[in-house]
């Protein structure tokens, strides 16, 4: 998400990007007018793409070879076969790569690695909101939102942590406004580079207008890199993870299965790069109609993961039925989760190059650069009909101002987020 194609066209145009770039994006520039450029460059001053990606580099680790990871279990090597497995699930764990096979694990280091992710950080409970900072300036990607502060928000009750001791985070549903609708983008104080994310939701926002999203992101985009966790707008009911990076990143393939993913198809392209993909980046449609919006909340939601380790980044995805017991039981073990519902190799983007010192954020925006862009669009999963005709506004906009009851569904409610390192080697 964030400085989508919009806001990069029209950041590269100000600063005189090849024809070619320009030429990717144009159907969204048409959307927009010249003078928000300008806009852009003020907020955006130091975070436009770069030419000159490789100077920026301050991660570098040594590379690690695939397989010997803490954690992965998507490297192609049999070390996630999981023999003597306590998975819950064995309808789930017979998808793993090498459980057919039944060998030994081929990586004692995975097993020792693995045994030692232990909680750094976690939010949840009365406690949620603290050690996050609440965004209220105007949104990046152009949503009619107005992000509010902490105090704002309290005071508009649109967020709270509820009786079951989950967080909410809502949107207004004031019936007519006449700009902006309130709404909540919320970032963690303290940043990452690598470890694990486990996010455990009961509801997200859903419904036309709507684009929620739980993502990271680094400094200097995108040069520390972007990891759309969970995304997608409008009525979509499978979740697309995607990567934003500097040039240099790409996938070797556009086969999930290849990548060792579970994804349904992979989304916009194989070069990863914001500025030379239009900033579509790397994305991965998930599988499963629970993962996203109404199917994810009328399941009772279920829980991200996403580990970012040497041998590359994945993202987890679990129905509330399937959440692997370690889970629950606060000590995960990704190499009895099965295979990832996307997975970024390092071999063609390595993870400590392309992203560093992350935040996590929750948002919800509304129509802007992909929920706008996609108004009169169909045929994504949940999207059978486009939010035109099914709500009879020809505009994202003045659906979002003239029909604030719609807006109901569209709040977060977490019951953790939760952060995990290793001793050994990330
Ligand atoms: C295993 O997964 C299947 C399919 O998702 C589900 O129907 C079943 O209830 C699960 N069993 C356990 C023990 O979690
Ligand atoms: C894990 O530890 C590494 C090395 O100290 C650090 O860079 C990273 O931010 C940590 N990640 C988490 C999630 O705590």
Not at 1 to 15: I, V
Not at 93 to 121: D, E, F, I, M, R
Not at 257 to 273: F, I, M
Not at 308 to 317: A, D, E, K, P, R
């Amino acid at each position: 998400m964030r400085l989508t194609t919009t806001s990069l066209l029209l950041a590269l145009a100000a600063n005189g990007a090849s024809a070619n770039v320009l030429k990717r994006a144009s159907d969204f520039a048409a959307r927009q007018t010249r003078s928000l450029a300008r806009d852009l460059r003020v907020a955006f001053g130091g975070v436009l793409p770069r030419s000159d990606s490789a100077q920026h580099v301050i991660y570098c680790k040594n590379p690690v070879s695939a397989g010997a990871l803490a954690g992965d279990d998507s490297s192609g090597s049999a070390s996630s076969a999981g023999s003597g497995s306590t998975s819950a699930n064995a309808s789930k764990s017979s998808t793993k790569k090498g459980a057919v096979a039944g060998t030994a694990t081929g990586s004692g280091a995975a097993t020792t690695a693995t045994s030692a992710w232990h909680l750094t950080q976690s939010y949840a409970g009365s406690n949620f909101f603290d050690g996050w900072d609440f965004w209220d300036t105007d949104d990046p990607t152009h949503g009619v939102v107005d992000y509010l502060s902490q105090a704002d928000g309290e005071n508009a009750g649109l967020i709270q942590v509820n009786p079951a001791g989950n967080a909410v985070m809502k949107v207004e549903t004031t019936p007519t406004v006449s700009g902006n609708r309130k709404s909540i983008r919320i970032t963690t104080q303290k940043s990452f580079t690598g470890g694990l994310v486990i996010m455990d939701a009961v509801h997200m926002p859903t419904g036309c207008g709507t684009w929620p999203a739980f993502w990271s992101n680094g400094p200097d985009w995108p040069s520390g890199g972007e990891i759309d966790i969970v995304e997608g707008v409008n009525d979509y009911t499978n979740n697309q993870a995607t990567i934003h990076t500097d040039p240099g990143c790409s996938l070797t393939t556009d086969d999930p299965a290849a990548l060792g993913a579970s994804a349904s198809a992979v989304t916009g392209g194989t070069d990863c790069a914001a500025a030379t993909s239009g900033n579509a980046g790397c994305g991965m449609r998930s599988p499963s109609s629970q993962s996203f919006g109404p199917g994810f909340n009328s399941n009772g939601g279920g829980v991200y993961a996403m580990q970012w380790v040497s041998s590359g980044i994945s993202v987890y995805f679990f129905e509330r039925d399937s959440v692997p017991s370690d889970i629950d039981a606060g000590a995960p073990n990704p190499t009895n989760w099965g295979l990832p519902m996307a997975h970024w190799p390092a071999a063609d983007c390595n993870p400590w190059k392309y992203f560093n010192t992350h935040v996590a954020i929750f948002d919800t925006t509304l129509c802007g650069d992909w929920a706008g862009s996609v108004w009169t669009g169909s045929g994504i999963p949940g999207q059978e009909q486009s939010c035109a005709t099914r709500t009879g506004f020809s505009t994202c906009e003045a659906f979002v101002q003239q029909s604030g009851g719609s807006f109901e569904e569209a709040y977060w409610e977490v019951k953790s987020v939760k952060f995990y390192n290793t001793t050994a080697a990330l």
